[in-house]
C-alpha cells in the first residue's frame, strides 16, 4: 500500500499521507510527495492542493529509524522547495503536530491551516541538531525573528490559536478539517496568492537584540551547543539572501548530526520512547486503573494526587484525623492554585481538579478503588500499620504502593494479604512536576501488577524505571556515592566552592554542596543516624559535622554555606572552614574540569555496580534515572553514557 494517495474533489486535489504511527518523513514517504508534486502541475483541472494525513497525527517529523545515516534522495530540502515551486498552491492541513521536518513540509505549502488542538514547531535542538530544510530560514519570514528564535532555541511548539496570532499558519478549522481545508483552497485561489514563505521578506533586528539573544539562550542551554547554532542560524537568515541562508543552516544541521552531543540526546530519545512499554511486558495486561488512592497529604502525597488529577482520575485521600485531611487537602489546592497564578490553568480549571479529590479519615473509603499508593512517614512502624490497614480493608486484587525512597519494600509489605499486588513505586518530589518514577517490584510482585505500575507512569506521564531492591535503589544509591565522592575531594583539600562550580559548569543546575543545603543536610544525616543505632558501622562524614554544628542547610541560615536572611545565594564560609580544618588536606589544585570528571565517574562507577548486581538492567535506564531525577545534563546522556564516550 503506498504511504501516499491523490483524490480530487472538483478542482481541489487531496494528497493524503498515510505512514503509522506518526507518518514521518521516510523515503517513500518523501519520494511520494515528489511525485505527487509532478503529477498535479500536470493535471490541468487541479487549481490547488490540500496536504493531510491519515491517522492520528500530521508529519510528526524526521524517521527515527534513519537517525545517524547518511541521507538519500530525494533530500528533505529539495521536497519543500519543490513543494514551493509547484504551478498549484499547496494548503497543509494540519492536526495533532507538525514538528520539525514535518512543519518545514507545511512551510514549503503556500498555506497552512489546522484544528485547534493542533500544534506546530521545531523541536530539533532537543537532538542536538537545528532543521536542516528551512526551518530557520522560512520560519522567520512568517512569524518574525523574534517568534522563530523563541519556537526553535527552547524547541517548543505552538498551540494552533497561538500559531495563527503568529503569522506561522493562516487559518483554525473548526469541525472536519478535510471539508474546511477543501474549502480554504478553493477560496484562496480566489484571490491573489500570497508570495512563496521563501520570497518573503524578514524585518532585521538591531545588534542589540542578537547580543542580548545570545546571552539569554547561552543562559538557557546550560552547556548545549544546538541553541546557539539554531540561533546563528536564524540569524543568517534575517541578514543574507534566502539561497545563502539556507546553505548556511543545512552545512550547520549535517556538523551537527555527528557530535556527541546529539548522539547523546539521541540515546536519551529512543531510551525514553521506550521506558513506558518495556519489552518483557509486552504480552502481560495491566490492570484497569479508575479509581485510586492515596494515603498522606503532605507535599509528596499531594503531589501524586496533583498529578492522578491531571490524568483525569478521581482520588480519595486518606488521612490520620479531619485536622490531617484538611491539611492535606489544603497543599493538594495549593498546586492548583499556583497552576492559576502561573497562568497554566483557569479558575474553572482548578475548581474541578480540586473537586476530584475527596478526604477522609476511614479506611473502609477504599473498598472500590483499584489501586493505594501509601505516601506517609518514612518510618517502618508507621508504614506497615497503614499496610495492615488496607489489608483489611481493600479488594484483593487491588494494586498497592509504597512511595518508600529507602525503606526495603519487602519489610513494609510483610504479612499483607495477597503480596501478588503489592509494589514500590517511588515518586520524585514535586511528584506533579519531577517525570522520574522508579518502579520497585518485590520477589512476590506478579507481571500483571508489574505491569500496572507502569501502565500508571504512562497515565501520568512520567519516565518509568524498573529498580531492584537495594538500599536507594538505582538513584538514590548513585547520590550517596557521588556525595560520598565530593566529600572525599573536600578532604584532598578541594574547596567546596570549586566542586560546585564544576558540577554547574558540566551543565547540572546546582553543585552537591548548594543542592545538599537547598534539600537539608539532616534529611541524610538522620538516615545515617538510624542506620548507626541499628548497629551498622557508618563512618562520620563531613555532612554530619555541620549538622551537629547545627548547619543544616538554608533552613537554619548554613549549612555547607553561608546564606543571608532572604538571600538564597550561597557565601563561602569561614565557620565551615574552622569547624572541618581537622578533615581537610592543604589545597588542591585540581581544575574544575577534573573534578566533574572525576565525580561523574564515581557516578558511572556506582552505575556499573548497580548493573553487575542485576539492580538495573541496563545503561540507558540508569542514565534516564540521572537526568530526570537528578538534573543530569540531558545532552551529555547521562552518566554511564557520558563515562563511555569518553573512554
Known amino acids: 500500500m503506498s504511504v501516499v494517495t491523490i483524490a480530487r474533489q472538483g478542482d481541489i486535489a487531496t494528497v493524503t499521507v498515510d505512514n503509522p504511527p506518526v507518518n514521518a518523513l521516510g523515503l517513500a514517504l518523501r519520494q511520494g510527495l515528489w511525485d505527487a508534486v509532478a503529477e498535479l502541475d500536470a493535471d490541468p483541472a487541479v487549481r490547488a492542493v490540500v496536504l493531510i494525513c491519515a491517522g492520528r497525527t500530521f508529519i510528526a517529523g524526521a524517521d527515527v529509524t534513519e537517525f545517524g545515516k547518511p541521507p538519500v534522495e530525494p533530500h528533505l530540502p529539495e521536497l519543500v522547495a519543490r513543494i514551493e515551486a509547484a504551478e498549484k498552491p499547496w494548503v497543509a492541513a494540519i492536526h495533532g503536530s507538525a514538528l ?350 508489574l505491569a500496572t505500575g507502569f501502565a500508571l507512569g504512562r497515565l501520568l506521564k512520567k519516565i518509568p524505571v524498573q529498580s531492584g531492591i537495594c538500599e536507594g535503589f538505582i538513584g538514590n544509591r548513585i547520590l550517596k556515592r557521588y556525595r560520598a565522592a565530593a566529600e572525599g575531594l573536600v578532604r584532598k583539600g578541594v574547596p567546596i566552592a570549586r566542586i560546585d562550580a564544576a558540577m554547574r559548569s558540566y551543565g547540572l543546575a546546582m553543585g552537591p554542596f548548594e543542592a545538599q543545603d537547598l534539600g537539608g543536610l539532616d534529611i541524610a544525616y538522620l538516615q545515617r543516624e538510624g542506620a548507626r543505632a541499628a548497629g551498622q558501622d557508618v563512618p562520620e562524614t563531613l555532612g554530619d559535622i555541620l549538622v551537629r554544628a547545627d548547619r543544616k542547610g538554608q533552613k537554619t541560615g548554613g549549612g555547607w554555606y553561608d546564606y543571608v536572611a532572604g538571600d538564597r545565594k550561597p557565601q563561602v564560609s569561614a565557620t565551615v572552614t574552622e569547624l572541618l580544618a581537622a578533615q581537610i588536606g592543604p589545597e588542591s589544585a585540581m581544575s574544575e574540569a577534573d573534578v566533574a570528571t572525576a565525580l561523574v565517574g564515581e557516578m558511572a562507577a556506582e552505575g556499573q555496580a548497580i548493573l553487575n548486581e542485576g539492580i538495573a538492567s541496563s545503561p540507558t535506564d540508569i542514565d534516564l534515572v540521572e537526568i530526570h531525577g537528578y538534573g543530569f545534563p540531558r545532552w551529555r546522556g547521562g552518566p554511564m553514557f557520558a563515562t563511555r564516550a569518553r573512554d
Open 100 to 449: 520539525g521536518g514535518g512543519f518545514e513540509v507545511a512551510l514549503g505549502c503556500r498555506f497552512r491551516v489546522a484544528l485547534p488542538d493542533a500544534s506546530v514547531g521545531l523541536p530539533e535542538v532537543t537532538l542536538g541538531i537545528i532543521p536542516g530544510a528551512g526551518g530557520t530560514v522560512r520560519t522567520p519570514r512568517l512569524c518574525g525573528v523574534e517568534t522563530a528564535v523563541d519556537m526553535a532555541t527552547a524547541g517548543k511548539p505552538l498551540r494552533a490559536p497561538k500559531a495563527l496570532a503568529a503569522g506561522l499558519i493562516d487559518a483554525v478549522i473548526e469541525g472536519d478539517l478535510l471539508e474546511g481545508a477543501v474549502a480554504f483552497a478553493r477560496a484562496a485561489i480566489e484571490q491573489p496568492l500570497p508570495l512563496p514563505v521563501s520570497a518573503r521578506e524578514i524585518a532585521a533586528p538591531d545588534a542589540a537584540f542578537w547580543t542580548e539573544a545570545e546571552k539569554a539562550v547561552a543562559k538557557a542551554a546550560k552547556g548545549a551547543a544546538a541553541p546557539a547554532r539554531v540561533l546563528a542560524s536564524i540569524r543568517k537568515a534575517a541578514e543574507v539572501p534566502f539561497t545563502e541562508a539556507m546553505d548556511f543552516e543545512r552545512e550547520t544541521f549535517m556538523a551537527l548530526r555527528g557530535t556527541e552531543q546529539a548522539a547523546a540526546l539521541r540515546t536519551v530519545f529512543f531510551a525514553e520512547r521506550a521506558a513506558p512499554r518495556p519489552a518483557a511486558l509486552r504480552d502481560v495486561q495491566p490492570l484497569p486503573l479508575k479509581k485510586l488512592a492515596v494515603i498522606g497529604g503532605g507535599t509528596m502525597g499531594a503531589g501524586i494526587i496533583a498529578a492522578i488529577r491531571d490524568a483525569g482520575l478521581p482520588v480519595i485521600l486518606i488521612e490520620r484525623d479531619d485536622e490531617a485531611v484538611a491539611r492535606g487537602l489544603s497543599n493538594v489546592a495549593k498546586v492548583f492554585d499556583g497552576g492559576v497564578k502561573r497562568g497554566k490553568l483557569t479558575e474553572a480549571q482548578a475548581q474541578t481538579l480540586k473537586d476530584g479529590v475527596t478526604g477522609t479519615t476511614d479506611y473502609a473509603a477504599l473498598v472500590d478503588v483499584d489501586m493505594v499508593i501509601e505516601a506517609v512517614f518514612e518510618e517502618i512502624g508507621v508504614k506497615r500499620a497503614v499496610f495492615t490497614q488496607l489489608g483489611e480493608h481493600c479488594r484483593t486484587d487491588a494494586v498497592l504502593a509504597t512511595n518508600t525512597s529507602y525503606l526495603d519494600p519487602r519489610t513494609i509489605a510483610e504479612g499483607l494479604p495477597n503480596p501478588s499486588r503489592f509494589i514500590g513505586l517511588h515518586f520524585f518530589s514535586p511528584a506533579n512536576v519531577m517525570k522520574l518514577l522508579e518502579i520497585v517490584p518485590t520477589p512476590e510482585t506478579s507481571p500483571e501488577t
